[in-house]
């Protein structure tokens, strides 16, 4: 394994053994800066709009982002079938 997959997987274990809410938002917005934060939640709202059927050039313009970030997220869809 990578060392960046080994280090993937040491955060994904830390995010399987937090329990509640509270414990998952504390985590994040310990790690994470808040530009990060809100990065990691347009993204979210990329998957979302996505797979509700809008379209890339859509969701780009209406996100104010770049179409290939949102064709980012229409691969990982693609790829994962979620």
Known sequence: MSQSKS???SLIE???Q????VELVDFLEGIHTPQELE???VRL?????LKRNETQRHIAK???IGIATVS???REIKKRQI
Do not use: W
């Open 7 to 9: 280090k993937l997987q």
């Open 18 to 21: 937090l329990k509640t809410e």
């Open 72 to 74: 980012r997220g229409a």
């Open 62 to 64: 209406k996100l104010n």
């Open 39 to 41: 990065s990691l939640l």
């Open 14 to 16: 830390m995010y399987s």
């Open 45 to 49: 709202d990329i998957i979302k709009r």
